[in-house]
T-cell receptor
């Protein structure tokens, strides 16, 4: 998973605060995916973005969650007014849409809401 | 939506033993992927399978794309301590052009 950079690795927020998670895709990749992983669970799709466009946000809660992938800079997953249930590991993955290059994941951001 | 069922949920084995795990889906897949996740890390791709019946190896790991296209198997031979982790199967779906649907994982624990 080298190449996809996520920060911070750990983030602690109090209920009601905002959380901002950043992801820089692998060099040459213009497609970014965000996944959420709860303890003892697999990864669940949240949102798929290309540069400046949200392509599929069907897995993202309608309220408090938003994502962007600007022309310059990393992709941002933003969670407003966090609640305890938002505590999870959030993983970013990138791809180039090459069939022989499946998703490559970052090391995740572990969000803890106190 | 698509569901992936992995079994077993966890495995306790002795170092040196062979390991077998499998994954079944509720629908036909054109691609099967196997990832490994170490504690505190992101999933790392182990093997990708693109053709029904395909058998692919990566060192001590061997994976097969089932003929029915609804299942896949991962075998690890002569396990070593660093094989400990969670193994996930994944297939297409779950959103986006390359989006993946994941199983819940098989936890591999190796006793020395």
């Amino acid at each position: 998973n080298a190449g996809v950079m996520q920060n911070p690795r750990h983030l602690v927020r109090r209920r009601g605060q905002e959380a901002r998670l950043r992801c820089s895709p692998m060099k040459g990749h213009s497609h970014v995916y965000w996944y959420r992983q709860l303890p003892e669970e697999g990864l669940k799709f949240m949102v798929y973005l290309q540069k400046e466009n949200i392509i599929d946000e069907s897995g993202m809660p309608k309220e408090r969650f938003s994502a962007e992938f600007p022309k310059e800079g990393p992709s941002i997953l933003r969670i407003q007014q966090v609640v305890r249930g938002d505590s999870a590991a959030y993983f970013c993955a990138s791809s180039s849409l090459d069939r022989d290059s499946p998703l490559h994941f970052g090391n995740g951001t572990r969000l803890t809401v106190t | 939506g698509q569901q992936l069922n992995q079994s077993p949920q966890s495995m306790f084995i002795q170092e040196g033993e062979d390991v077998s795990m499998n994954c079944t889906s509720s629908s036909i897949f054109n691609t099967w992927l196997w990832y490994k996740q170490d504690p505190g890390e992101g999933p790392v791709l182990l093997i990708a399978l693109y053709k029904a019946g395909e058998l692919t190896s990566n060192g001590r790991l061997t994976a097969q794309f089932g003929i029915t296209r609804k299942d896949s198997f991962l075998n690890i031979s002569a396990s070593i301590p660093s094989d400990v982790g969670i193994y996930f199967c994944a297939g297409p779906g779950g959103g986006g052009a390359d989006g993946l649907t994941f199983g819940k994982g098989t936890h591999l624990i190796i006793q020395p």
